[in-house]
Antibody, heavy 117, light 110 residues
Framework: QVHLQESGPGLVKPSETLSLTCSVV????????WCWVRQTPGRGLEWIGY???????NSNPSLKSRVTLSIDGVKKQFSLRLASVTAADTAIYFC???????????WGQGARVTVSS | QTVVTQEPSLSVSPGGTVTLTCGLT?????????PSWYQQFPGQAPRTLIY???TRFDGVPDRFSGSIVGNKAALTITGARAEDECDYYC??????????FGGGTRLTVL
């Protein structure tokens, strides 16, 4: 059984840092890559970044300067921090598991985050 | 930066066949991009349909099939149903752990 659940504040002020955590139920947490994907209102999906439990990570070049990813293999959680947010960062943020063939096989339900003062 | 292109919208008649495509603004899509396809209904998380170009995910009906046609990845729906009306996204793996989503295709069944 695999289950992902996002959590974090639903409202963030402009210029502040967005923080989300994904809690995972997965007996094989240590062997997969864990990703963040977002969907802005009325627009498509955008890959944000990934982290492997060993610490290997990378992120979307367009967001790289603002993204920090972290992971806790004991708690089976991984986290996203997005700095200096603007209204353009208002989105639904999904966490997802990326499988060995580089596709997303399990998704969280999504967390809606609004950037507004 | 890699840009993945999809038709913004397509329509198909019930029972008909439709092919959605996914291309690159620069270069050809190959199996090494591990093309995958996802279905998304309003207010829901994406659902995995196809991975590694043409492998159906668990429980996906066989009316959905994937392929590479020319320089693009393709998702074909054969015998479209009203319940297939939603948004479809492709994803390409471009190396260094980076995935890129296409802009999505809104499919209308009418």
């Amino acid at each position: 059984q695999v289950h992902l659940q996002e959590s974090g504040p639903g409202l963030v002020k402009p210029s502040e840092t967005l923080s989300l955590t994904c809690s995972v139920v997965d007996a094989s947490f240590g062997v997969y890559q864990w990703c963040w994907v977002r969907q802005t209102p009325g627009r498509g999906l955008e890959w944000i970044g990934y982290m492997y439990p060993s610490g290997t990570t990378n992120s979307n070049p367009s967001l790289k300067s603002r993204v920090t990813l972290s992971i806790d293999g004991v708690k089976k959680q991984f986290s996203l921090r997005l700095a200096s947010v603007t209204a353009a960062d208002t989105a639904i943020y999904f966490c997802a598991r990326r499988s060995f063939a580089n596709y997303f096989d399990y998704w969280g339900q999504g967390a809606r985050v609004t950037v507004s003062s | 930066q890699t840009v993945v292109t999809q038709e913004p919208s397509l329509s198909v008649s019930p029972g008909g066949t439709v092919t959605l495509t996914c291309g690159l603004t620069s270069g050809s899509i190959t199996a090494t991009h591990y093309p995958s396809w996802y279905q998304q209904f309003p207010g829901q998380a994406p659902r995995t349909l196809i991975y590694s170009t043409n492998t159906r995910f668990d429980g996906v009906p066989d009316r959905f099939s994937g392929s590479i046609v020319g320089n693009k990845a393709a998702l074909t729906i054969t015998g479209a149903r009203a319940e297939d009306e939603c948004d479809y996204y492709c994803v390409m793996y471009v190396g260094d752990g980076i995935s890129v989503f296409g802009g999505g295709t809104r499919l209308t069944v009418l």
